[in-house]
């Protein structure tokens, strides 16, 4: 599979297609929701974050998916092995959220039903996010005050083509990001003096079925910030989003495959996971812990989430030939298939 490089301009054509399709390691590419011509519905926009330590992770979501929107909150366990999701949906906002056409400005709110989640961005890179989610446990109300250091480095971005001429995604992917605050879960209060996380950036048509995996790792090796973005299964990709975060430098890779295993006919998720690319660079094994899952049908409309977390243990090799080894850091690994 060739890498191509994105250049710089509009997104999208007069036509709404794709004006070019490859990678970068900035939002090269300017994007404007007025510009697509695809079919409305298909529109889906979300900015994801997601946070944490070797005790917890919360991970904060909000979408407009033009027939719907949603804001999302889980919180994973590391101690206990355990997680709680709860969303809140909302219909028809076709566009009414005003997501950010970029991933380093702009704000986001949602407010619905007793749930509200924002994201701000000021004028020096520094992000806040918060969050209250009444009832999130029981009669438990969640909170959460989390505020991140401007990106230090390269992110890696991809504008991906799919069958459909007038379908794309535009993702953007930021690994490393630091941070601190507090979250709380009734009387409960847990303070994040030294947390990393991401932002899963997505802005796109897409088609009705798809099947996508992901992997993200924020962390620091031998004093040294390393991340892992690695990704594949969705469009038509003239390049990979697969990285290696070392120091704020993006180290690309090309194709990765997760090995999952499949017993009795079925995927088990909670078992050791092999995670590969086809040049060497990268030779992983992930340890699952906590099995994040959510299946949904509604009519048409289907989910089925796997987002595990676990530990990683291996090696990765950077652009220079220098060794990295990975031991005992916390991340996730998904399989996600949808029909929305």
Same mark, same amino acid.
Request: glycine share 10%; charged share 25%; proline share 3%.
């Given at each position: 599979?060739?890498?191509?490089?994105?250049?710089?301009?509009?997104?999208? /054509?007069?036509?709404?297609?794709?004006?070019?399709?490859?990678?970068?390691?900035?939002?090269?590419?300017?994007?404007?929701?007025?510009?697509?011509?695809?079919?409305?519905?298909?529109?889906?926009?979300?900015?994801?974050?997601?946070?944490?330590?070797?005790?917890?992770?919360?991970?904060?979501?909000?979408?407009?998916?033009?027939?719907?929107?949603?804001?999302?909150?889980?919180?994973?366990?590391?101690?206990?092995?355990?997680?709680?999701? %709860?969303?809140?949906?909302?219909?028809?906002?076709?566009?009414?959220?005003?997501?950010?056409?970029?991933?380093?400005?702009?704000?986001?709110?949602?407010?619905?039903?007793?749930?509200?989640?924002?994201?701000?961005?000021?004028? /020096?890179?520094?992000?806040?996010?918060?969050?209250?989610?009444?009832?999130?446990?029981?009669?438990?109300?969640?909170?959460?005050?989390?505020?991140?250091?401007?990106?230090?480095?390269?992110?890696?971005?991809?504008?991906?083509?799919?069958?459909?001429?007038?379908?794309?995604?535009?993702?953007?992917?930021?690994?490393?990001?630091?941070?601190?605050?507090?979250?709380?879960?009734?009387?409960?209060?847990?303070?994040?003096?030294?947390?990393?996380?991401?932002?899963?950036?997505?802005?796109?048509?897409?088609?009705?079925?798809?099947?996508?995996?992901?992997?993200?790792?924020?962390?620091?090796?031998?004093?040294?910030?390393?991340?892992?973005?690695?990704?594949?299964?969705?469009?038509?990709?003239?390049?990979?989003?697969?990285? &290696?975060?070392?120091?704020?430098?993006?180290?690309?890779?090309?194709?990765?495959?997760?090995? &999952?295993?499949?017993?009795?006919?079925?995927?088990?998720?909670?078992?050791?996971?092999?995670?590969?690319?086809?040049?060497?660079?990268?030779?992983?094994?992930?340890?699952?812990?906590?099995?994040?899952?959510?299946?949904?049908?509604?009519?048409?409309?289907?989910?089925?989430?796997?987002?595990?977390?676990? %530990?990683?243990?291996?090696?990765?090799?950077?652009?220079?030939?220098?060794?990295?080894?990975?031991?005992?850091?916390?991340?996730?690994?998904?399989?996600? &298939?949808?029909?929305?």
């Amino acid at each position: 599979m060739p890498n191509r490089l994105l250049e710089n301009g509009e997104l999208l /054509d007069a036509n709404g297609v794709l004006c070019d399709s490859g990678y970068a390691y900035s939002q090269v590419k300017s994007y404007d929701r007025r510009a697509i011509k695809g079919q409305s519905l298909r529109i889906k926009e979300w900015d994801y974050y997601g946070f944490g330590d070797d005790r917890y992770f919360v991970a904060l979501t909000v979408a407009d998916n033009s027939y719907m929107s949603l804001g999302s909150v889980s919180l994973i366990d590391y101690k206990y092995l355990t997680y709680t999701t %709860k969303s809140k949906i909302g219909l028809f906002p076709r566009g009414k959220l005003d997501m950010p056409s970029s991933c380093s400005s702009g704000d986001v709110i949602f407010r619905k039903g007793g749930v509200t989640i924002e994201f701000a961005t000021r004028d /020096d890179g520094t992000r806040t996010l918060s969050c209250e989610f009444k009832k999130f446990s029981g009669k438990k109300t969640f909170k959460c005050e989390l505020t991140l250091d401007p990106p230090d480095g390269d992110n890696i971005t991809v504008a991906v083509p799919f069958a459909k001429r007038k379908q794309f995604y535009y993702n953007t992917k930021i690994n490393c990001l630091k941070g601190k605050g507090r979250f709380e879960l009734g009387d409960m209060r847990y303070e994040f003096n030294d947390g990393r996380g991401g932002l899963d950036w997505g802005r796109g048509v897409w088609p009705h079925k798809n099947k996508w995996y992901w992997s993200s790792l924020s962390c620091e090796v031998d004093g040294n910030e390393f991340g892992l973005n690695l990704g594949y299964g969705f469009g038509k990709p003239t390049a990979t989003e697969n990285v &290696i975060f070392y120091n704020g430098k993006a180290n690309k890779i090309n194709n990765v495959d997760f090995d &999952i295993p499949y017993t009795l006919g079925q995927f088990d998720f909670l078992k050791p996971w092999k995670i590969n690319d086809d040049d060497g660079r990268l030779d992983l094994v992930f340890y699952p812990i906590v099995d994040r899952k959510d299946k949904m049908r509604c009519f048409n409309l289907m989910t089925d989430q796997h987002q595990v977390f676990g %530990k990683f243990y291996g090696k990765a090799v950077l652009d220079d030939g220098t060794i990295v080894t990975v031991t005992d850091k916390i991340g996730f690994a998904e399989q996600v &298939i949808n029909q929305w």
